[in-house]
Protein backbone atom coordinates (compact mmCIF):
# COMPACT_ATOMS: atom_id res chain seq x y z
CA UNK A 1 0.00 0.00 0.00
CA UNK A 2 0.59 3.10 -1.15
CA UNK A 3 1.58 6.40 1.47
CA UNK A 4 -1.45 7.23 2.55
CA UNK A 5 -3.19 10.67 1.94
CA UNK A 6 -4.82 12.38 5.09
CA UNK A 7 -8.17 13.32 4.33
CA UNK A 8 -8.29 11.47 1.09
CA UNK A 9 -11.70 9.70 1.33
CA UNK A 10 -12.72 8.19 -2.48
CA UNK A 11 -15.75 7.88 -4.29
CA UNK A 12 -18.19 5.56 -2.23
CA UNK A 13 -16.81 1.67 -3.02
CA UNK A 14 -19.77 -0.05 -4.30
CA UNK A 15 -19.09 -3.99 -4.64
CA UNK A 16 -21.72 -4.51 -7.02
CA UNK A 17 -19.47 -3.23 -10.00
CA UNK A 18 -17.19 -5.76 -11.42
CA UNK A 19 -14.61 -2.97 -12.88
CA UNK A 20 -10.68 -3.50 -13.36
CA UNK A 21 -9.16 -1.54 -10.85
CA UNK A 22 -8.65 1.99 -11.40
CA UNK A 23 -11.73 1.85 -14.09
CA UNK A 24 -15.62 3.29 -13.28
CA UNK A 25 -18.22 2.74 -15.59
CA UNK A 26 -19.57 5.60 -17.53
CA UNK A 27 -22.41 5.83 -19.26
CA UNK A 28 -21.31 7.99 -22.64
CA UNK A 29 -18.70 7.24 -24.80
CA UNK A 30 -15.51 9.04 -24.50
CA UNK A 31 -12.89 9.72 -27.20
CA UNK A 32 -9.42 9.67 -27.45
CA UNK A 33 -7.44 10.19 -30.35
CA UNK A 34 -3.87 11.32 -31.56
CA UNK A 35 -4.42 13.06 -33.86
CA UNK A 36 -7.62 14.89 -36.16
CA UNK A 37 -10.24 12.00 -36.86
CA UNK A 38 -9.99 10.80 -40.62
CA UNK A 39 -12.94 10.62 -42.77
CA UNK A 40 -13.05 7.30 -44.72
CA UNK A 41 -15.79 6.75 -47.06
CA UNK A 42 -16.87 2.76 -47.00
CA UNK A 43 -16.73 3.06 -51.02
CA UNK A 44 -12.97 2.83 -50.62
CA UNK A 45 -12.41 1.30 -47.17
CA UNK A 46 -10.64 -1.57 -47.22
CA UNK A 47 -9.26 -4.68 -44.36
CA UNK A 48 -6.20 -6.50 -45.41
CA UNK A 49 -4.93 -9.52 -43.48
CA UNK A 50 -1.21 -9.70 -43.84
CA UNK A 51 0.33 -12.94 -42.84
CA UNK A 52 3.65 -13.86 -41.76
CA UNK A 53 4.62 -15.57 -45.03
CA UNK A 54 3.35 -12.40 -46.93
CA UNK A 55 0.51 -13.68 -47.81
CA UNK A 56 -2.35 -10.84 -48.16
CA UNK A 57 -6.66 -11.14 -48.17
CA UNK A 58 -8.00 -7.84 -48.65
CA UNK A 59 -12.09 -7.23 -48.54
CA UNK A 60 -14.10 -4.53 -49.33
CA UNK A 61 -16.58 -3.33 -47.25
CA UNK A 62 -19.11 -5.68 -48.85
CA UNK A 63 -16.75 -8.66 -48.59
CA UNK A 64 -15.60 -9.36 -44.83
CA UNK A 65 -14.55 -11.56 -43.10
CA UNK A 66 -13.31 -15.42 -44.05
CA UNK A 67 -10.48 -17.65 -42.83
CA UNK A 68 -6.84 -17.66 -43.42
CA UNK A 69 -3.77 -19.60 -42.59
CA UNK A 70 -1.31 -18.80 -40.70
CA UNK A 71 0.97 -19.91 -38.23
CA UNK A 72 1.75 -16.30 -36.29
CA UNK A 73 1.42 -15.37 -32.68
CA UNK A 74 0.92 -12.30 -32.87
CA UNK A 75 -1.07 -9.33 -34.34
CA UNK A 76 -0.11 -5.94 -35.53
CA UNK A 77 -3.11 -3.76 -36.46
CA UNK A 78 -3.09 -1.77 -38.26
CA UNK A 79 -5.70 2.18 -38.74
CA UNK A 80 -6.14 4.31 -41.22
CA UNK A 81 -4.20 7.83 -40.13
CA UNK A 82 -1.22 5.43 -39.17
CA UNK A 83 -2.22 4.53 -36.15
CA UNK A 84 -0.72 0.95 -35.01
CA UNK A 85 -1.02 -1.41 -31.99
CA UNK A 86 0.09 -5.14 -30.63
CA UNK A 87 -1.35 -8.21 -29.66
CA UNK A 88 -1.29 -11.94 -29.16
CA UNK A 89 -3.54 -12.96 -32.14
CA UNK A 90 -5.28 -15.66 -30.02
CA UNK A 91 -6.87 -11.95 -28.09
CA UNK A 92 -8.94 -11.69 -31.51
CA UNK A 93 -9.86 -15.49 -31.95
CA UNK A 94 -13.06 -17.27 -30.78
CA UNK A 95 -15.68 -14.23 -30.30
CA UNK A 96 -13.23 -12.16 -28.18
CA UNK A 97 -12.94 -9.37 -30.75
CA UNK A 98 -15.11 -7.77 -33.43
CA UNK A 99 -14.61 -5.34 -36.34
CA UNK A 100 -17.77 -2.98 -34.84
CA UNK A 101 -19.23 -0.71 -37.46
CA UNK A 102 -22.72 0.29 -35.76
CA UNK A 103 -23.04 1.34 -32.25
CA UNK A 104 -26.34 2.81 -30.92
CA UNK A 105 -28.99 1.43 -33.96
CA UNK A 106 -26.62 3.69 -36.28
CA UNK A 107 -23.70 3.82 -38.30
CA UNK A 108 -20.32 4.31 -35.75
CA UNK A 109 -19.43 8.18 -35.90
CA UNK A 110 -16.20 8.76 -37.64
CA UNK A 111 -14.87 10.14 -34.09
CA UNK A 112 -15.50 6.85 -32.71
CA UNK A 113 -13.55 5.01 -35.24
CA UNK A 114 -16.34 4.54 -38.37
CA UNK A 115 -16.66 3.26 -40.71
CA UNK A 116 -15.27 0.42 -38.42
CA UNK A 117 -13.25 0.00 -35.70
CA UNK A 118 -11.31 -3.18 -33.84
CA UNK A 119 -13.15 -4.13 -30.48
CA UNK A 120 -10.98 -6.10 -28.02
CA UNK A 121 -13.10 -5.22 -24.92
CA UNK A 122 -11.08 -7.51 -22.40
CA UNK A 123 -8.30 -5.00 -23.12
CA UNK A 124 -7.61 -1.67 -22.36
CA UNK A 125 -8.98 0.50 -25.06
CA UNK A 126 -6.35 1.53 -27.25
CA UNK A 127 -6.10 -2.03 -28.68
CA UNK A 128 -9.29 -1.70 -29.77
CA UNK A 129 -7.99 0.23 -33.05
CA UNK A 130 -10.52 2.98 -34.66
CA UNK A 131 -10.54 3.39 -38.22
CA UNK A 132 -9.02 -0.40 -38.83
CA UNK A 133 -7.59 -1.20 -42.09
CA UNK A 134 -5.51 -4.32 -41.62
CA UNK A 135 -4.11 -7.07 -39.62
CA UNK A 136 -0.35 -7.64 -39.50
CA UNK A 137 0.32 -11.11 -38.57
CA UNK A 138 3.39 -11.97 -36.80
CA UNK A 139 5.88 -14.68 -35.67
CA UNK A 140 7.27 -12.42 -33.20
CA UNK A 141 5.78 -9.66 -31.26
CA UNK A 142 6.36 -5.75 -32.65
CA UNK A 143 5.13 -2.87 -30.51
CA UNK A 144 2.77 -0.50 -31.71
CA UNK A 145 1.48 3.33 -31.59
CA UNK A 146 1.67 3.58 -28.18
CA UNK A 147 3.48 0.20 -27.12
CA UNK A 148 6.61 1.68 -28.76
CA UNK A 149 6.39 4.68 -26.65
CA UNK A 150 6.31 2.69 -23.35
CA UNK A 151 2.44 0.81 -23.34
CA UNK A 152 2.00 -2.41 -21.92
CA UNK A 153 2.20 -4.68 -25.18
CA UNK A 154 -0.71 -7.07 -23.80
CA UNK A 155 -2.67 -4.22 -21.87
CA UNK A 156 -4.54 -6.49 -19.48
CA UNK A 157 -6.90 -3.76 -16.54
CA UNK A 158 -7.60 -6.05 -14.43
CA UNK A 159 -3.90 -6.69 -13.74
CA UNK A 160 -3.08 -2.77 -14.46
CA UNK A 161 -1.02 -3.44 -17.31
CA UNK A 162 -0.51 0.18 -18.44
CA UNK A 163 3.36 0.82 -18.77
CA UNK A 164 5.92 -1.95 -19.85
CA UNK A 165 6.64 -3.97 -16.94
CA UNK A 166 3.07 -3.17 -15.13
CA UNK B 1 1.70 9.44 -37.24
CA UNK B 2 5.17 8.70 -38.12
CA UNK B 3 7.12 5.24 -35.83
CA UNK B 4 9.92 7.34 -35.64
CA UNK B 5 8.31 10.41 -34.03
CA UNK B 6 8.73 8.56 -30.66
CA UNK B 7 11.31 7.50 -28.33
CA UNK B 8 12.60 3.99 -28.10
CA UNK B 9 10.74 1.94 -25.32
CA UNK B 10 11.15 2.47 -21.71
CA UNK B 11 13.86 0.55 -20.33
CA UNK B 12 12.46 0.25 -16.40
CA UNK B 13 9.11 -0.70 -14.98
CA UNK B 14 7.57 3.54 -14.25
CA UNK B 15 8.01 3.56 -10.39
CA UNK B 16 5.50 5.12 -8.14
CA UNK B 17 7.56 8.36 -6.10
CA UNK B 18 6.89 10.15 -3.21
CA UNK B 19 6.16 13.50 -4.30
CA UNK B 20 6.00 16.44 -1.62
CA UNK B 21 4.03 19.85 -2.78
CA UNK B 22 6.53 22.54 -2.08
CA UNK B 23 4.15 25.41 -2.97
CA UNK B 24 1.22 26.24 -5.06
CA UNK B 25 -0.45 29.40 -6.52
CA UNK B 26 -4.37 29.86 -7.79
CA UNK B 27 -4.74 30.20 -11.52
CA UNK B 28 -8.50 30.79 -11.47
CA UNK B 29 -10.85 30.69 -9.06
CA UNK B 30 -11.25 26.80 -10.54
CA UNK B 31 -7.28 25.76 -11.11
CA UNK B 32 -4.65 25.79 -9.28
CA UNK B 33 -1.02 24.74 -9.92
CA UNK B 34 0.53 23.01 -7.70
CA UNK B 35 4.81 22.70 -7.51
CA UNK B 36 6.31 19.17 -6.02
CA UNK B 37 9.33 18.16 -5.21
CA UNK B 38 9.74 14.68 -6.74
CA UNK B 39 13.38 13.15 -5.30
CA UNK B 40 14.71 11.03 -8.40
CA UNK B 41 12.45 12.50 -11.32
CA UNK B 42 14.06 11.27 -14.45
CA UNK B 43 13.19 14.68 -16.28
CA UNK B 44 10.42 15.08 -18.70
CA UNK B 45 9.73 16.53 -22.26
CA UNK B 46 7.14 19.37 -22.75
CA UNK B 47 3.70 17.87 -23.54
CA UNK B 48 4.20 14.72 -21.42
CA UNK B 49 1.99 13.97 -18.73
CA UNK B 50 1.97 11.91 -14.90
CA UNK B 51 -0.13 9.50 -13.24
CA UNK B 52 -1.28 10.69 -9.78
CA UNK B 53 -1.98 7.74 -7.31
CA UNK B 54 -4.09 8.94 -3.78
CA UNK B 55 -4.38 6.50 -1.22
CA UNK B 56 -7.30 6.62 1.32
CA UNK B 57 -7.08 5.22 4.71
CA UNK B 58 -8.60 1.76 3.97
CA UNK B 59 -5.89 1.03 0.79
CA UNK B 60 -8.41 2.65 -1.36
CA UNK B 61 -6.68 4.42 -4.02
CA UNK B 62 -7.93 6.63 -7.31
CA UNK B 63 -5.32 7.51 -9.88
CA UNK B 64 -6.07 9.82 -12.39
CA UNK B 65 -3.41 11.23 -15.45
CA UNK B 66 -1.97 15.18 -15.39
CA UNK B 67 -0.10 17.35 -17.64
CA UNK B 68 3.17 18.30 -16.69
CA UNK B 69 2.99 22.54 -16.75
CA UNK B 70 6.67 23.18 -16.17
CA UNK B 71 10.03 22.72 -17.77
CA UNK B 72 12.44 20.25 -16.50
CA UNK B 73 14.25 21.84 -13.43
CA UNK B 74 15.56 19.04 -11.74
CA UNK B 75 13.41 17.32 -9.06
CA UNK B 76 10.45 19.94 -9.03
CA UNK B 77 7.02 19.05 -11.25
CA UNK B 78 4.40 21.62 -11.58
CA UNK B 79 0.73 20.36 -12.61
CA UNK B 80 -2.07 22.57 -12.74
CA UNK B 81 -5.44 21.00 -11.21
CA UNK B 82 -9.22 22.00 -12.41
CA UNK B 83 -11.47 21.23 -10.17
CA UNK B 84 -13.87 19.02 -11.56
CA UNK B 85 -17.56 19.41 -10.01
CA UNK B 86 -18.08 15.80 -8.15
CA UNK B 87 -14.41 15.06 -8.94
CA UNK B 88 -12.93 12.20 -7.11
CA UNK B 89 -9.40 13.49 -7.28
CA UNK B 90 -8.60 16.97 -8.39
CA UNK B 91 -11.39 18.83 -5.28
CA UNK B 92 -8.61 17.13 -3.13
CA UNK B 93 -5.54 18.18 -5.11
CA UNK B 94 -7.07 21.31 -5.57
CA UNK B 95 -8.72 22.18 -2.09
CA UNK B 96 -7.10 20.08 0.55
CA UNK B 97 -3.32 19.34 -0.31
CA UNK B 98 -1.30 21.33 2.13
CA UNK B 99 2.28 22.70 1.22
CA UNK B 100 4.64 19.42 2.85
CA UNK B 101 1.98 16.73 2.05
CA UNK B 102 2.79 13.60 -0.01
CA UNK B 103 1.06 11.90 -2.39
CA UNK B 104 2.27 9.63 -4.72
CA UNK B 105 3.30 9.88 -8.83
CA UNK B 106 4.89 8.23 -11.53
CA UNK B 107 5.95 9.32 -14.96
CA UNK B 108 6.68 10.71 -17.09
CA UNK B 109 4.18 9.32 -19.38
CA UNK B 110 3.63 9.58 -23.23
CA UNK B 111 5.86 10.75 -26.19
CA UNK B 112 3.75 11.23 -29.05
CA UNK B 113 2.68 15.05 -27.62
CA UNK B 114 5.43 16.61 -27.14
CA UNK B 115 8.19 19.21 -28.27
CA UNK B 116 11.55 18.93 -28.76
CA UNK B 117 13.45 22.54 -28.94
CA UNK B 118 15.76 20.38 -31.80
CA UNK B 119 12.88 20.78 -33.96
CA UNK B 120 13.26 24.01 -36.53
CA UNK B 121 9.40 23.89 -37.52
CA UNK B 122 6.97 26.71 -36.52
CA UNK B 123 5.03 25.71 -34.00
CA UNK B 124 0.56 26.69 -33.61
CA UNK B 125 -0.98 25.89 -30.24
CA UNK B 126 -4.33 25.48 -30.18
CA UNK B 127 -5.94 25.25 -26.32
CA UNK B 128 -9.04 24.76 -25.25
CA UNK B 129 -9.83 25.60 -21.89
CA UNK B 130 -7.64 23.59 -19.45
CA UNK B 131 -5.64 22.11 -22.42
CA UNK B 132 -3.47 25.00 -22.11
CA UNK B 133 -1.64 23.14 -19.61
CA UNK B 134 0.70 20.79 -21.69
CA UNK B 135 1.03 23.57 -24.41
CA UNK B 136 2.40 26.11 -21.67
CA UNK B 137 5.14 23.46 -20.64
CA UNK B 138 6.13 23.61 -24.50
CA UNK B 139 6.63 27.58 -24.19
CA UNK B 140 8.34 27.08 -21.16
CA UNK B 141 11.02 24.73 -22.76
CA UNK B 142 11.09 27.00 -25.60
CA UNK B 143 11.90 29.74 -23.31
CA UNK B 144 14.08 27.47 -20.84
CA UNK B 145 16.16 26.22 -24.14
CA UNK B 146 16.52 30.16 -25.73
CA UNK B 147 14.95 28.71 -28.82
CA UNK B 148 13.94 31.15 -31.65
CA UNK B 149 11.48 28.98 -33.02
CA UNK B 150 8.33 30.95 -33.73
CA UNK B 151 4.83 30.13 -31.63
CA UNK B 152 1.35 31.09 -32.01
CA UNK B 153 -0.78 29.97 -29.30
CA UNK B 154 -4.37 30.16 -29.95
CA UNK B 155 -6.36 29.94 -26.26
CA UNK B 156 -10.54 29.71 -26.32
CA UNK B 157 -11.55 30.38 -22.73
CA UNK B 158 -15.20 31.17 -21.91
CA UNK B 159 -14.12 34.74 -20.08
CA UNK B 160 -10.75 36.60 -19.48
CA UNK B 161 -11.07 35.36 -15.67
CA UNK B 162 -10.30 31.89 -17.32
CA UNK B 163 -7.27 32.64 -18.13
CA UNK B 164 -4.48 30.40 -16.79
CA UNK B 165 -0.62 31.58 -16.50
CA UNK B 166 -1.09 35.54 -16.46
CA UNK B 167 0.42 37.41 -16.02
CA UNK B 168 3.23 35.34 -17.38
CA UNK B 169 1.81 34.70 -21.06
CA UNK B 170 0.96 38.81 -21.04
CA UNK B 171 4.76 38.94 -20.30
CA UNK B 172 6.07 40.23 -24.20
CA UNK B 173 8.32 36.61 -25.55
CA UNK B 174 9.77 37.26 -28.44
CA UNK B 175 8.86 35.07 -30.96
CA UNK B 176 5.67 33.76 -29.13
CA UNK B 177 1.95 35.62 -30.44
CA UNK B 178 -0.69 34.78 -28.07
CA UNK B 179 -4.69 35.24 -28.93
CA UNK B 180 -7.16 34.66 -26.55
CA UNK B 181 -10.62 33.96 -28.34
CA UNK B 182 -13.83 33.90 -25.80
CA UNK B 183 -16.41 31.68 -25.73
CA UNK B 184 -19.06 33.51 -23.61
CA UNK B 185 -17.91 37.13 -22.14
CA UNK B 186 -15.15 39.02 -24.12
CA UNK B 187 -12.79 41.43 -22.80
CA UNK B 188 -13.20 45.20 -22.90
CA UNK B 189 -11.81 46.74 -26.11
CA UNK B 190 -11.47 43.33 -27.74
CA UNK B 191 -12.15 43.05 -31.42
CA UNK B 192 -13.65 39.70 -31.96
CA UNK B 193 -17.33 38.89 -31.38
CA UNK B 194 -17.57 35.92 -28.48
CA UNK B 195 -17.85 32.83 -30.21
CA UNK B 196 -16.56 29.27 -30.64
CA UNK B 197 -12.75 28.50 -32.57
CA UNK B 198 -13.91 29.14 -36.70
CA UNK B 199 -11.33 29.12 -39.65
CA UNK B 200 -11.41 32.79 -39.56
CA UNK B 201 -9.78 32.32 -36.78
CA UNK B 202 -6.61 29.74 -36.70
CA UNK B 203 -6.42 31.37 -40.15
CA UNK B 204 -5.64 34.79 -38.74
CA UNK B 205 -4.02 33.85 -35.53
CA UNK B 206 -2.23 30.63 -37.37
CA UNK B 207 0.08 29.59 -39.67
CA UNK B 208 -0.44 29.52 -42.79
CA UNK B 209 -0.44 25.35 -44.16
CA UNK B 210 2.37 26.36 -46.34
CA UNK B 211 4.77 26.84 -43.50
CA UNK B 212 4.18 23.03 -42.40
CA UNK B 213 3.57 23.92 -38.68
CA UNK B 214 3.85 21.74 -35.61
CA UNK B 215 0.29 21.42 -34.45
CA UNK B 216 -0.62 20.57 -30.99
CA UNK B 217 -4.57 20.94 -30.03
CA UNK B 218 -5.30 20.02 -26.66
CA UNK B 219 -9.02 20.76 -24.73
CA UNK B 220 -12.34 18.85 -24.32
CA UNK B 221 -12.90 16.41 -26.67
CA UNK B 222 -15.79 18.66 -28.56
CA UNK B 223 -12.87 21.33 -29.24
CA UNK B 224 -10.43 19.02 -29.84
CA UNK B 225 -12.13 17.41 -32.78
CA UNK B 226 -13.34 20.91 -34.12
CA UNK B 227 -10.33 22.46 -34.31
CA UNK B 228 -8.48 19.80 -35.58
CA UNK B 229 -11.08 19.19 -38.32
CA UNK B 230 -10.73 22.98 -39.20
CA UNK B 231 -6.92 22.46 -39.42
CA UNK B 232 -7.47 19.96 -41.60
CA UNK B 233 -10.04 22.36 -43.91
CA UNK B 234 -7.81 24.78 -43.85
CA UNK B 235 -4.73 22.61 -45.47
CA UNK B 236 -2.26 21.32 -42.37
CA UNK B 237 -1.18 17.82 -43.22
CA UNK B 238 -3.31 15.52 -40.79
CA UNK B 239 0.04 13.77 -39.46
CA UNK B 240 1.80 17.70 -38.82
CA UNK B 241 -1.28 17.83 -35.99
CA UNK B 242 -1.26 16.02 -32.66
CA UNK B 243 -3.96 15.82 -30.35
CA UNK B 244 -4.57 15.59 -26.76
CA UNK B 245 -8.14 15.15 -25.48
CA UNK B 246 -9.38 15.42 -21.63
CA UNK B 247 -12.25 13.30 -21.77
CA UNK B 248 -15.28 13.55 -19.27
CA UNK B 249 -14.10 11.04 -17.24
CA UNK B 250 -11.23 13.52 -16.29
CA UNK B 251 -11.38 14.55 -11.93
Not at chain 1, 62 to 79: G, I, K, N, Q, S
Not at chain 1, 102 to 127: I, Q, S, T
Not at chain 2, 60 to 78: E, F, H, L, N, W
Amino acid sequence: MGIVSWGFQGRSRRSDQKLPPGQYLTDDFPVLSAGPTPRVNRDRWEFVVATETGTRRRWTWPELLADVETAADYALVHAYGGYTTNLPLEDLLDGQAWIAYRYDGGDLAPEHGGPARLLVPHLYLWKSAKWVRGIQLLLEDEPGFWETAGYHDYGDPWREQRYQGD
Amino acid sequence: MARAAVPGRLAERLRWRVARLVSFVDETEAARTLVFDVPGWPGHLAGQHVDVRLTAEDGYTAQRSYSVASAPAGSQVALTVQRVADGEVSPYLADVLEVGDQIELRGPVGGWFVWRPEDPAPVLLVAGGSGIVPLMAMLRVRRAAGSRVPFRLVYSIRTPRDRYYQPELRHDDPGVDVTYLYTRTAAPGGGRPVGRISAADLQSAGWPADFEPACYVCGPTGFVEAAADLLVSLGHDPSRIRTERFGPTGG
